[in-house]
C-alpha cells in the first residue's frame, strides 16, 4: 500500500514511467483499494477504458485506420457544414425584419415616425397628472 501512494505522488508530479502508470491502473481496478484511495478509482477506470480504446485502435488494419479517419473528416465537416448553414439563414432572415414596427388594425407599419408617434400617443394615453394621481390617493 505504501507503493501505490509514492506511486501517486510519482503519478500527479508527472514523474511516472508507463510501467508505473500501468501498475496504478491494475491496482485502482482491482477490489482490494482502500476507503481512503478510493477516490482515485474512477481516475484510473477512467485512463484504463481510454487506454483499451487506444489499444483497440491501433490493433485495426490500416485500410480500417484509413476508413475511420476518412469517415470523421467527413462527419466533422458536414457538421460544420449544417452549423454553417444554419448560421447563415439566422443571420439573412434577423436581418429582413425592420428593427421597430407598429400593428395598427392588424396592419404592421414600419415607418420609424409613426412607430414613434403612435408609441408617444399610447404613453400619454396611460399616464396620469398629479392632480389625479392625488385624487386617486385621497379620496374620501
Not at 478509482?41 to 479517419?69: C, D, G, K, N
Request: net charge negative; hydrophobic share 40%; aromatic share 10%.
Amino acid at each position: 500500500m505504501k507503493h501505490i501512494e509514492e506511486l501517486l505522488e510519482k503519478y500527479f508530479e508527472g514523474e511516472t514511467t508507463c510501467e508505473e502508470e500501468r501498475t496504478l491502473r491494475r491496482y485502482f481496478c482491482s477490489e482490494q483499494v482502500p476507503d481512503h484511495l478510493g477516490v482515485y478509482r474512477p481516475l484510473f477506470a477512467y485512463i484504463s477504458q481510454e487506454a483499451v480504446l487506444h489499444t483497440h485502435r491501433h490493433r485495426l488494419s490500416p485500410l480500417h485506420q484509413l476508413t475511420y479517419r476518412r469517415w470523421t473528416v467527413i462527419i466533422g465537416g458536414m457538421a460544420a457544414a449544417v452549423l454553417l448553414l444554419a448560421g447563415s439563414v439566422r443571420w439573412l432572415t434577423d436581418a429582413s425584419q425592420p428593427t421597430s414596427y407598429v400593428i395598427i388594425d392588424g396592419v404592421c407599419y414600419t415607418d420609424r415616425q409613426l412607430v414613434e408617434a403612435k408609441a408617444q400617443e399610447a404613453l400619454e394615453n396611460v399616464s396620469f397628472t398629479a392632480d389625479e394621481i392625488s385624487e386617486l390617493m385621497f379620496q374620501p
